[in-house]
C-alpha cells in the first residue's frame, strides 16, 4: 500500500482494510483505557477513533492490546522446532520473541543461527536474533564451534539480526578480556544484553561501562536494585527452571515502570502447554498486584523500545498490525490474535495460514562421539579406604547449584553411586568432535533408586550428560542417545523405559507440540518409576554443564568451581 493511501485512510478520506469496532484499547503510552475503533490498512493500524471499512469485526467491548513480546528466550529450550514453536505461543497473544539462539549455535555455529533465521520465516510471530556472543560460554566446555567478533560482525548485517546475545563471560569483561571486548565492539549502537548473576560493586560498573544494557538474572530484590541504580534495564525471568517474578515483582514501580520487562528465559513445551507463555507472565504479575495496564507495558512497550523494534509494542498509528484481544484484563484470557492485519488465532487454534511457502530445512547429524565402552563410566580411587569428594547438589527450580563434601568408601577400587544417599553419578561426554573426552563427578538431588537418565541437551555446549545408580545403565542411556541422534532417555537394568528423539542438532524435535508433549509425558512417568523427585528432572540434569553460574558445576572437561572459575579435582582428600 502507498503512502498517500494509508495517509488517506488515516484522515478517514477512504475506508479502512479493517475496523475493530467497539474495542477497549490498552494505551500502554499513556498507561490508559480508551473506547474505541482500531483501524487497519494493509499490515499497518492507520488510526484510533471512529472509522468505517470495508471489513468490519465488533470485539464487543474486548481489550484490544498490543502484540506480546518476549524479550529473551531461547526457542530451543522449548524442545519445538521454530515453526511449532511460533504456532503455540501466537495463540498465546505473542507477536515477537527476540531469541537468542545460543543452544544451537554451541552446536553448529553460525550454521545453527542461520537456521533459526530461515526456519522463523513465513512463521505467524516475528522472530528476531541477538548474536550469540559466548560459544563456547567458557573455557571449561568444549562445544561444537567457538564463535568470535569476526564471526559474529556479518550476522549484524541481517536486518533480523538486532543485537548482541548475554554476554555470559563476565569476568572476561571485568578483565578486560581483548576477545570480550571485541565482541562488544562489533555492536557498536546496537542493546547489548547481560548476563551477570551476583555481580556487585565495581565490577558490576565495569560490566555496564563496557556497553551491557540489561540482565535477566536476578534472584533477589537487593540485586535488581543495585543494578537498576546503575542503568540496567532488568528482565524479570518466569521460566521453566528459573522463576523470579515473585521476589522482584515489589521494586516495578510507577517511577521505574519503563526499566523492566518481563522474559522467559528457558521454557520447554510442557509449560507452554499448561501455562501459557507472556500471557501467564502478565497473569501472575496482575495477581501479584501490579496494574493490568503496567503488566502489559512490560510486555509490549518496554521490550520494543529497548531493542529498537519501533514498529511494534503499542497500538498507535504507523505501528505494525499486531494486535492481542482480550476476554479479561485480569484473567489476561486471549480470544484473538493479528499479525500484520491478518488472524493467526483465534480462541486458542492456530491459524496457519503459510504452511505451504515454508521449506524443510535440513541439518546434518550434530552426534558425534567416541567410541564408548561400559568402563568408561568407572571413577578410580586414589587409595583403599574411604575418599572425600566434591558433590553437585541440585536445587529444585534454580539454575544455580550448591556444593557439598562427602566421605564415601572404595569398592574394588572405585567410587559408586549410592542411591540410599540420594548420590548418583554424573558425566558429560564430548559428542562434537569425538575427543573422548568424559567429565565425571555425583550429584545430589535426583532421588533416583535406580537406572539412570540421560540427555543431549545441556547447556550451553549440548554435550551428552547422564545421571545414575550404576554403570551400565549409564552407558546403555549414553549409547540410545547416539542412535537417536540426540534427545532424551531413561533406562533400567539394561531396558530403554523411554526415549525422546530431538534430531534437529540433538535439541529440538520434529514433532508438533502434542506429539512431543505425550512423549515427554512418557519419559516423565519413566522417571519417576525410578524415584526421580524433581519436578522437571530433565531439565534440571540439562543445567549441571552450565559453568558460568552455580556454585559447582560439570563438563566434559571434569569439574568447574564456578565460584574460582577453575576446574578442581573430584577427591577433595
Not at 472509522?51 to 524442545?79: A, K, M, W
Not at 491459524?351 to 564408548?372: M, Q
Given at each position: 500500500?502507498?503512502?498517500k493511501?494509508?495517509?488517506d485512510?488515516?484522515?478517514?478520506r477512504?475506508?479502512?482494510?479493517?475496523?475493530?469496532k467497539?474495542g477497549?484499547?490498552?494505551?500502554?503510552?499513556?498507561?490508559?483505557?480508551?473506547?474505541?475503533?482500531v483501524?487497519?490498512?494493509?499490515?499497518?493500524?492507520?488510526?484510533?477513533?471512529?472509522?468505517e471499512?470495508?471489513?468490519?469485526?465488533?470485539?464487543?467491548?474486548?481489550?484490544?492490546?498490543?502484540?506480546?513480546?518476549?524479550?529473551?528466550?531461547?526457542?530451543?529450550?522449548?524442545?519445538?522446532?521454530?515453526?511449532?514453536?511460533?504456532?503455540?505461543?501466537?495463540?498465546?497473544?505473542?507477536?515477537?520473541?527476540?531469541?537468542d539462539?545460543?543452544?544451537?549455535?554451541?552446536?553448529?555455529?553460525?550454521?545453527?543461527?542461520r537456521?533459526?533465521?530461515?526456519?522463523?520465516?513465513?512463521?505467524?510471530?516475528y522472530?528476531?536474533?541477538?548474536?550469540?556472543?559466548?560459544?563456547?560460554?567458557?573455557?571449561?566446555?568444549?562445544?561444537?564451534?567457538?564463535?568470535?567478533?569476526?564471526?559474529?560482525?556479518?550476522l549484524?548485517?541481517?536486518?533480523w539480526?538486532?543485537?548482541?546475545?548475554?554476554?555470559?563471560?563476565?569476568?572476561?569483561?571485568?578483565t578486560a578480556?581483548?576477545?570480550?571486548?571485541?565482541?562488544?565492539t562489533?555492536?557498536?549502537?546496537?542493546?547489548?544484553?547481560?548476563?551477570?548473576?551476583?555481580?556487585?560493586?565495581?565490577?558490576?560498573?565495569?560490566?555496564i561501562?563496557?556497553?551491557?544494557?540489561?540482565?535477566?538474572?536476578?534472584?533477589?530484590?537487593?540485586?535488581?536494585?543495585e543494578?537498576?541504580?546503575?542503568?540496567?534495564?532488568?528482565?524479570?525471568r518466569?521460566?521453566?527452571?528459573?522463576?523470579?517474578?515473585?521476589?522482584?515483582?515489589?521494586?516495578?514501580?510507577?517511577?521505574?515502570?519503563?526499566?523492566?520487562?518481563?522474559?522467559t528465559?528457558?521454557?520447554?513445551?510442557?509449560?507452554?502447554l499448561?501455562?501459557?507463555?507472556?500471557?501467564?507472565?502478565?497473569?501472575?504479575?496482575?495477581?501479584?498486584?501490579?496494574?493490568?495496564?503496567?503488566?502489559?507495558?512490560?510486555?509490549?512497550?518496554?521490550?520494543?523500545?529497548?531493542?529498537?523494534?519501533?514498529?511494534?509494542?503499542?497500538?498507535?498509528?504507523?505501528?505494525l498490525?499486531?494486535?492481542?484481544?482480550?476476554?479479561?484484563?485480569?484473567?489476561?484470557?486471549?480470544?484473538?490474535?493479528?499479525?500484520a492485519?491478518?488472524?493467526?488465532?483465534?480462541?486458542?487454534?492456530?491459524i496457519?495460514?503459510?504452511?505451504?511457502?515454508?521449506?524443510?530445512?535440513?541439518l546434518?547429524?550434530?552426534?558425534?562421539?567416541?567410541?564408548?565402552?561400559?568402563?568408561?563410566?568407572a571413577?578410580?580411587?586414589?587409595?583403599?579406604?574411604?575418599?572425600?569428594?566434591?558433590?553437585?547438589e541440585?536445587?529444585?527450580?534454580?539454575?544455580?547449584?550448591?556444593?557439598?563434601?562427602?566421605?564415601?568408601?572404595?569398592?574394588d577400587?572405585?567410587?559408586?553411586?549410592?542411591?540410599?544417599?540420594?548420590?548418583?553419578?554424573?558425566?558429560?561426554?564430548?559428542?562434537?568432535?569425538?575427543?573422548g573426552?568424559?567429565g565425571?563427578?555425583?550429584?545430589?538431588?535426583?532421588?533416583?533408586?535406580?537406572?539412570?537418565?540421560?540427555?543431549?541437551v545441556?547447556?550451553?555446549?549440548?554435550?551428552?550428560?547422564?545421571?545414575?545408580?550404576?554403570?551400565?545403565?549409564?552407558?546403555?542411556?549414553?549409547?540410545?542417545?547416539?542412535?537417536?541422534?540426540?534427545?532424551?532417555?531413561?533406562?533400567?537394568?539394561g531396558?530403554?523405559l523411554?526415549?525422546?528423539?530431538?534430531?534437529?542438532?540433538?535439541?529440538?524435535?520434529?514433532?508438533?507440540?502434542?506429539?512431543?508433549?505425550e512423549?515427554?509425558?512418557?519419559?516423565?512417568?519413566?522417571?519417576?518409576?525410578?524415584?526421580?523427585?524433581?519436578r522437571?528432572?530433565?531439565?534440571?540434569?540439562?543445567?549441571?554443564?552450565?559453568?558460568?553460574?552455580?556454585?559447582?558445576k560439570i563438563?566434559?572437561?571434569?569439574?568447574?568451581?564456578?565460584?574460582?572459575f577453575?576446574?578442581?579435582?573430584?577427591?577433595?582428600?
Amino acid at each position: 500500500m502507498d503512502l498517500k493511501t494509508r495517509v488517506d485512510i488515516a484522515a478517514g478520506r477512504q475506508p479502512a482494510d479493517l475496523v475493530l469496532k467497539n474495542g477497549r484499547i490498552v494505551n500502554v503510552l499513556s498507561c490508559e483505557i480508551l473506547d474505541g475503533d482500531v483501524a487497519i490498512a494493509g499490515d499497518r493500524i492507520v488510526g484510533i477513533g471512529s472509522y468505517e471499512g470495508r471489513n468490519t469485526v465488533d470485539v464487543e467491548g474486548q481489550y484490544i492490546c498490543p502484540g506480546f513480546i518476549d524479550g529473551h528466550i531461547h526457542i530451543e529450550s522449548s524442545l519445538l522446532s521454530v515453526p511449532e514453536f511460533a504456532k503455540l505461543v501466537a495463540i498465546h497473544g505473542t507477536a515477537a520473541v527476540v531469541a537468542d539462539p545460543h543452544e544451537i549455535a554451541n552446536v553448529l555455529g553460525t550454521e545453527g543461527i542461520r537456521y533459526i533465521l530461515s526456519s522463523s520465516k513465513h512463521c505467524p510471530i516475528y522472530v528476531y536474533i541477538m548474536a550469540s556472543s559466548c560459544v563456547p560460554a567458557s573455557r571449561f566446555e568444549s562445544s561444537g564451534a567457538d564463535l568470535g567478533a569476526i564471526d559474529i560482525l556479518p550476522l549484524l548485517s541481517d536486518r533480523w539480526v538486532i543485537g548482541v546475545a548475554e554476554i555470559m563471560d563476565y569476568p572476561g569483561v571485568i578483565t578486560a578480556d581483548p576477545d570480550c571486548l571485541d565482541k562488544l565492539t562489533v555492536a557498536g549502537e546496537l542493546p547489548v544484553d547481560g548476563h551477570a548473576p551476583g555481580l556487585s560493586g565495581h565490577d558490576l560498573c565495569a560490566y555496564i561501562a563496557a556497553g551491557i544494557g540489561s540482565d535477566h538474572e536476578c534472584t533477589t530484590i537487593e540485586e535488581a536494585r543495585e543494578k537498576l541504580r546503575l542503568g540496567m534495564h532488568i528482565m524479570i525471568r518466569e521460566g521453566g527452571q528459573a522463576r523470579n517474578l515473585d521476589a522482584l515483582l515489589p521494586l516495578v514501580r510507577e517511577e521505574t515502570l519503563d526499566r523492566f520487562m518481563f522474559v522467559t528465559d528457558d521454557i520447554d513445551v510442557e509449560d507452554l502447554l499448561d501455562r501459557g507463555h507472556m500471557d501467564y507472565l502478565v497473569r501472575r504479575a496482575v495477581a501479584g498486584g501490579l496494574n493490568p495496564v503496567h503488566a502489559i507495558r512490560l510486555v509490549t512497550h518496554n521490550p520494543a523500545c529497548y531493542f529498537g523494534l519501533k514498529e511494534l509494542g503499542a497500538v498507535a498509528p504507523g505501528k505494525l498490525a499486531c494486535l492481542t484481544l482480550l476476554e479479561d484484563l485480569k484473567e489476561c484470557r486471549v480470544t484473538r490474535v493479528y499479525q500484520a492485519g491478518r488472524v493467526v488465532a483465534e480462541e486458542g487454534i492456530s491459524i496457519d495460514r503459510e504452511v505451504g511457502r515454508r521449506k524443510r530445512h535440513i541439518l546434518r547429524s550434530s552426534i558425534n562421539v567416541h567410541w564408548l565402552e561400559p568402563e568408561h563410566f568407572a571413577i578410580k580411587a586414589p587409595h583403599d579406604g574411604e575418599c572425600e569428594v566434591h558433590v553437585i547438589e541440585v536445587i529444585e527450580g534454580r539454575l544455580d547449584t550448591q556444593r557439598a563434601l562427602e566421605r564415601m568408601p572404595v569398592k574394588d577400587g572405585q567410587l559408586h553411586a549410592d542411591p540410599r544417599r540420594d548420590l548418583c553419578k554424573i558425566t558429560v561426554i564430548e559428542r562434537h568432535q569425538a575427543s573422548g573426552n568424559i567429565g565425571l563427578g555425583f550429584v545430589r538431588g535426583f532421588g533416583l533408586s535406580a537406572g539412570a537418565i540421560a540427555s543431549s541437551v545441556c547447556h550451553d555446549s549440548h554435550n551428552l550428560v547422564v545421571a545414575g545408580t550404576n554403570d551400565h545403565d549409564m552407558y546403555t542411556a549414553a549409547v540410545q542417545l547416539v542412535k537417536l541422534r540426540g534427545g532424551f532417555c531413561v533406562v533400567k537394568e539394561g531396558q530403554v523405559l523411554a526415549e525422546v528423539p530431538l534430531p534437529i542438532a540433538g535439541l529440538m524435535s520434529e514433532a508438533d507440540a502434542y506429539t512431543l508433549s505425550e512423549q515427554l509425558q512418557v519419559l516423565h512417568e519413566a522417571a519417576q518409576s525410578l524415584d526421580a523427585k524433581l519436578r522437571r528432572p530433565f531439565m534440571a540434569l540439562s543445567f549441571l554443564n552450565l559453568s558460568v553460574i552455580g556454585a559447582l558445576k560439570i563438563t566434559d572437561q571434569g569439574l568447574v568451581d564456578v565460584e574460582k572459575f577453575e576446574l578442581i579435582d573430584l577427591i577433595a582428600s
